[in-house]
């Protein structure tokens, strides 16, 4: 039995090993998804333009953040500074925002490009832009810069679909120069001026990815767009909160993890632990005597409450329970606030949910008629309870 047992162990490490070995020599599969990341080597990361910032900006001290914009600039005094956000959709809070304008205010900059931004940041800057949806085209749009010394005799191109975004409304004049212009003379490229300082904001970020700046001589854009960032500059600040999010834990199998070789030897190391495991356990392991799972009572639990609510016919705490309830459930699965149930927060909760607008807002307007009626009515309770059972139905979540 154990020469039997040897054999079929020895075939199975034998299979295992050559499928790592098939795996490590396999080509390369690329992720072509625009995460703009500075770790990100695939064609859509920006590791090629962090890592030649040091060279593009060489008496600034670089950092880069994955914690908000407040916690980086909250209580600081900083002077002679810029901020670069490389991001497909930059979602700023108010906190945030308000950190970024005094930031900017005292005589620093702030570079942006993304496809989208919170309405907030947008109306600040008097800018529009437009709708991520509409970029995809039959063609791919050219670029070009508007001032003559930075003019490229030949429209910097590149893939389908990729750098179309533009401005569609530019509000506040006075204060803003454009920068950069689509061929069809759409601006996609812009400086606004705030107080000691200014804002770049630029609508097309996969100019300032890998694949782009390796192709033809678009390597130039990149230069020239941040060459607009003052070149004396002493701090740097390199923002991966909006595309990596919070900085996780930095434990040791996150370190095994994130080498491919280490990652296969423990995976080998634990694949051999798990056969000797099977192995042994035929032999050793005493017979487990069948234990009954506890009832579940919950259903019980729950009829018993709604017959005390049905009973009292007590409409105005159901109403309470389930608004409180939905709440709940917003804050839990999509980390949104539900201190003010106002426009942005129905912006958010459809962007992150997936339910149509007009859901949204049938069900605050069915918990602002249950929260005004002394005494709720059965049509009004109706009406909030077959919304919310709605939205839970459609959301992606």
């Known amino acids: 039995m154990l020469k039997e047992n040897r ?14 070995i098939a795996q490590v020599n396999a080509p390369k599969i690329f992720d072509w998804n625009p995460t703009l990341s500075s770790i990100d080597k695939n064609p859509f990361g920006s590791y090629i333009l962090h890592e030649q910032l040091k060279e593009l900006f060489p008496t600034a001290k670089i950092q880069t953040h994955r914690i908000p914009p407040y916690n980086v600039l909250h209580d600081k005094e900083e002077f002679n500074s810029a901020y670069i956000m490389l991001a497909p959709d930059v979602e700023i809070g108010k906190t945030d925002l308000d950190e970024m304008l005094k930031y900017v205010r005292e005589g620093n900059v702030i570079f942006i490009s993304a496809y989208d931004a919170t309405s907030e940041l947008l109306d600040t800057l008097g800018v529009k832009l437009r709708d991520a949806a509409s970029i995809i085209s039959k063609d791919s749009t050219s670029i070009n810069f508007t001032n003559p010394s930075l003019t490229a005799n030949k429209f910097y191109t590149f893939k389908r679909a990729t750098i179309d975004g533009y401005f569609s409304e530019l509000n506040k004049k006075d204060s ?15 400086k606004r001026q705030y107080g000691k300082g200014y804002f770049l904001v630029h609508a097309a970020p996969i100019c300032f990815t890998n694949y782009f700046m390796l192709s033809a001589n678009n390597k130039e854009y990149t230069a020239k767009a941040l060459s607009y960032l003052p070149s ?21 199998l996150r370190f095994f993890l994130g080498n491919p070789f280490l990652h296969w030897a423990l995976l080998l190391t634990v694949a051999i632990l798990l056969i000797y495991i099977f192995f042994e356990m035929k032999r050793r392991q005493r017979i487990i005597p069948i234990i009954e799972p506890l009832k579940n009572t919950t259903l019980d639990f729950v009829e018993t409450v709604s017959s005390v609510y049905y009973s009292s016919h007590d ?3 159901i109403a309470a329970k389930k608004t409180q309830f939905w709440l ?33 807002e049938t069900i605050l307007n069915n918990i602002k008629r249950a929260e005004a009626q002394p005494k709720v009515t059965d049509d009004v309770l109706l009406q909030l309870t077959n919304s919310i059972d709605e939205f839970y139905q459609q959301s992606k979540i």
């Open 7 to 20: 054999k079929y162990l020895v075939i199975f490490i034998t299979l295992l090993v050559l499928y790592i």
């Open 328 to 360: 709940e459930h917003i804050r839990q699965r999509y980390y949104l606030s539900t201190n003010y149930l106002n426009d942005v927060f129905v912006q958010q909760l459809q962007r992150k949910s997936g339910v149509s607008k007009e859901l949204i």
């Open 176 to 190: 803003t120069v454009v920068l950069g212009m689509r061929k069809d003379s759409m601006p996609d490229f812009i």
């Open 315 to 317: 409409n105005k705490s």
């Open 232 to 252: 004396n500059i002493v701090m740097l600040h390199w923002d991966e909160y909006f595309k990596q999010g919070r900085e996780g834990a930095n434990t040791p």
